[in-house]
């Protein structure tokens, strides 16, 4: 056997022994009985603690708001790397369109299509839903405007400028709103105890912050993902 | 049952990403494997979530029992950045096509000397 | 009856998965990938999980493929 092909075999024997460690691992797999006491407290008092319906979005942007912090970090550093390693080209500002039926068809329906993350995120704490899946759609119909009609089109109405701008101003309103929490001495990224305006279950304006802060996750999300696709556009001459 | 049958298939995706990153010679492939990978263990986080005749967790009052929310929001987490990691990964792939002018990873190699 | 239904369905996620691995050709592969994340979000459905359902269904089979089909036109021989 050549030494490529000797390499090869070393590498797949050490997939094969990975595997089986993995599924050993996972046929006895324990599970651990504190964390289901922390779950029933959450599905519990879940509802009568920060009148959110949904108890996901409860808990992503309630009980544990600074991982959801967290995250949102972890996006703006995903743009910051890839906007640093593409930064050796100039940005595409090419005419190439999609053909005229593409374009007439999605020009009659794409007002309509907005209505779609307006809604999961106004709504995100009361189905499922809210600011993530609501920004990556955004997010989607941007890039859509630039697939379909060029980027020579779109790059002029929503330049990069704008949109890091929109990312800056939300991860910093994020951080605004915890803030309120540590001025009302309640602590950071405190919701009901910070004196936002709780509201019973089911309306839509009840909850907290939860409403704000999807609308702000989303467009940090939309801003980043369109920063994104750009980047990756980049013609690299 | 659902839930051994749950681990095991995220256990066999998993495997096989990573098959895919150990053994393929496109970088786009690999990129591919890797997506593969993270999405197996967002299975596995939702299959620990889910309890026998839970429902889904989103209050309504004739529910008794619900699913565990607290691995459903590590999952959203998990997946968001997931295509955060998948995304650079990709960028350092167009870069380094750039440069090198091929995508082949032993031909890498060998220009590298 | 309904635990039947959903062994199909993984044994859909785990071919699905290794069709994207073994498949030649970047685009194609691509394209089995995001087939991949449809059937991962019917399985979410299954399992109750809502919220991961459509999270992985608006980034898995929308956004992934999107980027992935950016940077393989990026990648390849440019025509000028």
Known sequence: MSRKGKRRQRWIVLGVLICCALVLGTAILPMSVSAERVSDHYIRYGVSETAALNLVSAVLLDYRSFDTLGEAT???????????????????????TLSNLA??????????????????????HLSPGGGFHGGVTMGVLLIMISVLYGT?????????????????SSALAFILVGLAGVVHGSGFLSNIGAGFFKG????????????????????????GLVSIYYQLLRSGD | MIR????VAAISVFCIGLYCVLTDRNLIKICVGLSIMESSIV???????YREGGLAPV??????????????????????????????ALGLSVLIYRHFGTLNIDKIWRSLG | MFNFAYFLLLVLLVSAAAAAVLVRGMITSVIVLSVFSVSLTLVFSFLQAVDVAMAEAVIGAGLLTAFFVTAISRARRKTK
């Open chain 1, 74 to 96: 972890v996006i703006f550093a995903a743009v910051s790397a890839v906007s640093v390693l593409m930064s050796g080209g100039g940005l595409s500002r090419n005419r190439r």
């Open chain 2, 4 to 7: 051994e049958m749950s681990f």
């Open chain 2, 59 to 88: 209050f309504s009052a004739e529910i008794e029992t619900y699913v565990d929310p607290v691995p459903h929001a590590l999952a959203l987490t998990a997946i968001v950045i997931g295509a955060g990691v998948t995304a650079v």
């Open chain 1, 152 to 168: 020579a089109f779109s790059l002029p109405k929503l330049s990069l400028t704008a949109l890091s701008y929109t990312e800056y």
């Open chain 2, 43 to 49: 299975l596995l986080l939702v299959a620990i979530a």
């Open chain 1, 103 to 124: 374009r007439c068809a999605v020009a009659n329906i794409y007002p309509v299509l907005w209505l779609f993350p307006l809604y999961v995120i106004l709504h995100g």
């Open chain 1, 200 to 223: 019973s279950p089911g309306d839509l304006v009840s909850a907290g912050f939860l409403p704000l802060l999807n609308v702000i996750i989303g467009f940090k999300v939309a801003a």
